[in-house]
């Protein structure tokens, strides 16, 4: 295993110092490889001024109130959903400091969000790090309008700046999962500062930034938009709602923390049970619930597309429950409580990137692949992997993002019920799609979110190490760190 993470760290290395050369490069020149006129990443540039060729677009009632209630689920998604989920599957003695974790780790990305986190994420900039137009929300004003997908359609920017830093709060708290019952407060949250600012942003910048629909307006145009566009949307990857950005980028970062941090105490030889699957079976129904929010809110608008991720959304996670359920019933001899509550998580997962893509069937087919992939996660990879993932974050949300990821790029195809590829110069979906050349740029981004955040997070880890320490001292995690962090508990004797 050593030998395994050397092996990743130098490739990392070797990738991140390719990128850095390249940054000092014009992102025009990523665009010379492979420009398309065609739209294929799932986000606006909020802080992007359209052309002045038209009178100002003015944001819809209806698709002002549809974001900001997506917000809302999404942010309950993490408080109490997540909070909840994960709590209930820790032992007593450490469930009140995974919900502190959870909402303190929300509220400081918030506020890091407003400070620089939006501004280095969604505006102009070079192909791996938007500007600095929006540091401290400089120029954001009631009046500010983001694009969405539709020529001419636009929401409020304020809106569009909640609803993607919900999604940053929730990605850095689904990390914890990996090395929970052992880490020290302290250090969890200046992991969070570094591998937000070095791992989240670069990679939702490279995937989501773009200039709107409304700057492809003839081939030339369209070129100049994709030039000024992130890195992997340039190269036409597909992630509706954060495959890459949220979920493989967290579950790995999370797999790292767990081989830093090692082993918990007894693991392997003392019972670890969830101690309350009750709670754990509500914190996932709830995180269905916002997920709704999450996928369907990804839109950006009201509309059909909006309605068929909402549909997309509903459908996968229920086929994930069935086959999760029914391998465990196959390879136990019994269903659990537990093993649904995991594929309902499983299926969220895996239709996030393809949920604005791929049509209902699709979908489907998604959902009952994710949970037997995503069971195997759990159990064979995870013994093959050796490491200590408390809470299986890389079983659930690494492998179903990659197998997401990569679906998408089978199920998008128009013959098979997908959405296909909109061309925003024709304003017509593109007429020619390969899936094995999408399969590929798929491949690539999933790649490139596997190595960039690996060696960000080995290298934010070791310099929390080396600054305060990751680990709680042994007597304080026997005793648990409900009381000997926060001096409180769960539970009254």
Known sequence: MTHWIKRLLAAGAAALALGTVSMAVSSTAYAAEEAKPAVTAPAAAAATPAAP?????????????WIMICTALVILMTLPGLG???????????MLSVLMQ????????????????????????????????????????????????????????FAFFSFQGAFATIT?????????????????????????????LPIAHMVWFWPGPDAFTDAKAAEAATAASGWLFQ??????????????????AGLVGAYVIGKRIGFGKEAMKPHSLTLTMVGASLLWFGWFGFNAGSALEASGGSAMAFANTFLATAGAVLTWTLGEWLGKGKPSMLGAASGAVAGLVAVTPAAGFVGPMGAIVIGLISGFLCLWGVTGLKKMLGADDSLDVFGVHGVGGILGALLTGVFADPSLGGTGIY????????????????????????????????????????LVDLVIGLRVPEDEEREGLDITSHGETAYEA
């Not at 909840?84 to 450490?94: A, H, T």
């Not at 400070?115 to 938007?130: H, L, M």
């Open 172 to 200: 850095c708290c689904l990390i914890i999962g990996a090395f929970a019952e052992r880490a020290k407060f302290s250090a969890v949250l200046l992991f969070v500062v570094l591998w937000f600012t070095f791992s989240y």
């Open 423 to 462: 061309d925003y110069v024709a304003n017509a979906v593109a007429p020619d799609y390969s899936i094995a050349g999408q399969v590929f740029i798929q491949a690539k981004a999933v790649l490139t979110t596997i190595v960039w955040s690996a060696v960000v997070s080995f290298i934010a880890y070791k």
């Open 53 to 65: 060729a038209a009178p100002a677009a003015v944001p819809n009632k209806g698709d002002t109130a």
């Open 235 to 252: 190269m036409g990857a597909l992630d509706f709602a954060g495959g890459t950005v949220v979920h493989i980028n967290a579950a790995v």
């Open 102 to 157: 959870c909402m303190v780790i929300f509220s400081l990305v918030a506020v890091l969000w407003a400070v620089y986190g939006y501004s280095i994420a969604f505006t102009e900039g070079g192909a791996f790090f938007g500007g600095f137009d929006r540091l401290f929300l400089a120029g954001l004003t009631p009046e500010s309008v983001g694009a969405t997908f539709s020529k001419g359609v636009v929401i409020p920017e």
């Open 84 to 94: 909840l989920f994960y709590g209930g599957l820790v032992r007593s003695k450490n």
